[in-house]
């Protein structure tokens, strides 16, 4: 079946870690993309990728990086430079010409 | 800025039809988008609009507005599962598959 996973679906760190999450997809899908989302709020662009080796950032890229050097991975790095990282993040995926992302179940990330 | 605006909540009772509404002020625009996401879980795509009118998919419709940077999301025939958080998502800029989204309604159903 194909899909889009995260792992771990929750993850504990001591503040001052960097920490990662992981992000794949089997789609064959072109774009991927990483959301925070915070307790009642919406979802805010962290980075985005269209194609293999490159990558955009978002709304709210200050603390985090990332890479793209497979088309089914696109790794999230939250480093220590992130002031709030505790959140629930979303990677998603979407075929160039369509309109409709999927998304993985998400990481809860908790910073101690 | 670029922003799109949901009303925080709606409340409605199983049957009834409620609308969620979004009005958007992007730099670009190339399309609506319509989310729900159920608490906890990740958010699943129920419709696009790239133009005016109105889009029908089972329970679910969805209506576009250019003119006046304005979608709804309509949902007829309520029922408990429907509770969840919606959101729109406006792709707002041609050559990019970047995506703005909204700051998502919150509809409870009512037995």
């Known amino acids: 079946d194909g899909g889009i996973t995260q792992s771990p679906k929750y993850l504990f760190r001591k503040e001052g870690q960097n920490v990662t999450l992981s992000c794949e997809q089997n789609l064959n899908h072109d774009a991927m993309y990483w959301y925070r989302q915070d307790p009642g709020q919406g979802l805010r662009l962290i980075y985005y990728?269209?194609?293999?080796?490159?990558?955009q950032k978002g709304d709210i890229a200050e603390g985090y990086s990332v890479s793209r050097e497979k088309k089914e991975s696109f790794p999230l790095t939250v480093t220590s430079a992130q002031k709030n990282p505790t959140a629930f993040y979303l990677c998603?995926?979407?075929?160039?010409?369509?309109?409709?992302?999927?998304f993985g179940p998400g990481t809860r990330l908790t910073v101690l | 800025g670029q922003s799109l605006e949901q009303p925080s909540e709606v409340t409605a009772v199983e049957g009834a039809i409620v609308q969620i509404n979004c009005t958007y002020q992007t730099s670009g625009f190339y399309g609506l988008s319509w989310y729900q996401q159920h608490d906890g879980g990740a958010p699943t795509f129920l419709s696009y609009n790239a133009l005016d009118g109105l889009e029908e998919t089972g329970r679910f419709s969805s209506f576009l507005s250019r003119s006046d940077s304005y979608g709804y999301l309509l949902l007829q025939e309520l029922q408990m599962k429907d509770s969840a958080s919606y959101f729109c998502?406006?792709?707002?800029?041609?050559?990019?598959?970047?995506?703005?989204f909204g700051t998502g309604t919150r509809l409870k159903v009512l037995a």
């Open positions: 990728s269209q194609i293999v080796n490159d990558f």
């Open positions: 998603a995926s979407l075929l160039a010409g369509n309109n409709e992302q999927f």
């Open positions: 998502a406006v792709r707002a800029t041609s050559g990019t598959y970047k995506y703005i």
